[in-house]
């Protein structure tokens, strides 16, 4: 049974940090490229950032270029994303997927989502 499950959303003030993590099951997670997706109210979803199975490259929405990083841990089948200097526009339900192939494929399996929002 696959299991994508996301945590760590939360409020944080303009200039704040949050770190996501994605714990998945059901499937095996080092041979997938992932990516986190993000989706505004009212807005369509948004590419946020893609992991290579081995971690050693990663790709980034120029929107969050500089600020996220994404990161994973086969050995825990974990998936993460550390959000630094987040802004308004970052407000957004944010999905951990498992690409159905290399870059720039559909997602296959995700998860609920896990809130955040940015607001003073």
């Known amino acids: 049974q696959v299991q994508v499950v996301e945590s760590g959303g939360g409020l944080v003030q303009p200039g704040g940090s949050l770190r996501l993590s994605c714990a998945a099951s059901g499937f095996t997670f080092s041979s997938g490229y992932m990516s986190w997706v993000r989706q505004a109210p009212g807005k369509g979803p948004e590419w946020v950032s893609g992991?290579?199975?081995?971690?050693?490259?990663?790709r980034y929405a120029d929107s969050v270029k500089g600020r996220f990083t994404i990161s994973r841990d086969n050995a825990k089948n974990t998936l993460y994303l550390q959000m630094n200097s987040l802004k308004p526009e970052d407000t957004a339900l944010y999905y951990c997927a498992r690409n159905s192939a290399g870059w720039d494929t559909p997602p296959v399996y995700w998860g609920q989502g896990t809130q955040v929002t940015v607001s003073s």
């Open positions: 992991i290579n199975t081995g971690g050693g490259s990663t």
